[in-house]
């Protein structure tokens, strides 16, 4: 599984319910796609992605099926998850309790 650096990090802060006992998957097919990391029990997506995601028209597309299926896609920048990881998982946390 060739994850990215940023992956690497947050999926160490994210695994074994380390977020409020919310238990995440990674690398998980719904719909036809491949998504980063999932809680199903929550029905959340997160994507990590790299400058070549800026505005993709293909990620509408991708989000807009998920939530089809019920799920919710959030989306943080490489860099955010790398400079900025506990800002990231608060983001992480408050989507989880809402």
Same mark, same amino acid.
């Given at each position: 599984m060739n994850q %990215?650096?940023?992956? %690497?990090?947050?999926w160490n802060r994210i695994r074994n319910r380390q977020i409020d006992g919310y238990k995440f998957v990674r690398q998980y097919p719904i719909a036809g796609y491949i998504c980063d990391f999932v809680c199903r029990e929550k029905r959340l997506v997160i994507e990590v992605d790299g400058g070549q995601h800026n505005e993709s028209a293909a990620d509408a597309i991708r989000d807009h099926r998920l939530s089809e299926e019920g799920y919710k896609v959030i989306r943080f920048w490489n860099n955010d998850v790398l400079g900025n990881t506990e800002g990231v998982l608060l983001t992480i946390q408050s989507e989880l309790r809402e």
């Open positions: %990215t650096d940023a992956e %690497t990090v947050l």
